[in-house]
């Protein structure tokens, strides 16, 4: 959907662009890809509850043992979210 993607961008350019970026390790691991190698319900799962991830999901654990900065709780809505990963879908389709 573009014209969620489009509000994702928006969304991430605001909140995630100091830890994240699509092509390089910034604090957090790059998303180039991140569609084809996580489910979307778990990429929802880790933008909206990153405590909780970090403490429960084996994935989520490994990955704060690789980059050691827990992700941050950017209480961001569900619709936010969702935006965002359609965001990812739409970058990962380039």
Known sequence: DNALADSGS?????????????????????????????????IMNQILNPDEMTKKDPIAMDLLGKYIAPMANQ??????????????????SK
């Not at 390089?24 to 890809?33: D, F, I, M, N, T």
């Not at 209480?75 to 990962?92: H, I, K, M, P, S």
């Open 10 to 42: 928006k969304i991430f350019a605001a909140k995630c662009v100091a830890c994240h970026a699509f092509d390089k390790r910034v604090v957090g691991p790059a998303l180039s890809g991140v569609t084809k190698r996580r489910a979307p319900e778990w």
């Open 75 to 92: 209480n961001l809505t569900q619709d936010d979210a969702r935006e965002v990963l359609e965001y990812f879908r739409a970058n990962d």
